[in-house]
Nanobody, 122 residues
Framework: QVRLVESGGGLVQAGGSLRLSCAAS????????MGWFRQAPGKEREFVAT????????YYADSVKGRFTVSRDNAKNTVYLQMNSLKPEDTAVYYC???????????????WGQGTQVTVSS
């Protein structure tokens, strides 16, 4: 059974940084593309970033490009999202997901974590 567990969320002031982690189990981690999505209250879930199996390819939403960095450690079965220069509009529940290819489409990801809350105060 695939299990994804996010951690690292919290409350931070605008301009600050957070690093989210997503630990995977029950899956051959290095065979999976991993993605990060977020959902703010009253809004649809949106794509944030994705990384290919060995980290060669990385793609970002325009809204986070240059501020967020996705990375992975296949030895630890963990994917990370380093978030810098945070803005109040980054406030959302952040989810990691496992899929077969790098994609910005949530339907391409079969497994999801439970999410971690990120709140950015102004």
């Amino acid at each position: 059974q695939v299990r994804l567990v996010e951690s690292g969320g919290g409350l931070v002031q605008a301009g600050g940084s957070l690093r989210l982690s997503c630990a995977a189990s029950g899956v051959t981690f290095r065979s999976a593309a991993m993605g990060w999505f977020r959902q703010a209250p009253g809004k649809e879930r949106e794509f944030v970033a994705t990384i290919s199996r060995f980290g060669v390819s990385r793609y970002y939403a325009d809204s986070v490009k240059g501020r967020f960095t996705v990375s992975r450690d296949n030895a630890k079965n963990t994917v990370y999202l380093q978030m810098n220069s945070l803005k109040p509009e980054d406030t959302a529940v952040y989810y990691c997901a496992q899929g077969t290819s790098t994609s910005g489409d949530a339907h391409s990801y079969a497994y999801w974590g439970q999410g971690t809350q990120v709140t950015v105060s102004s």
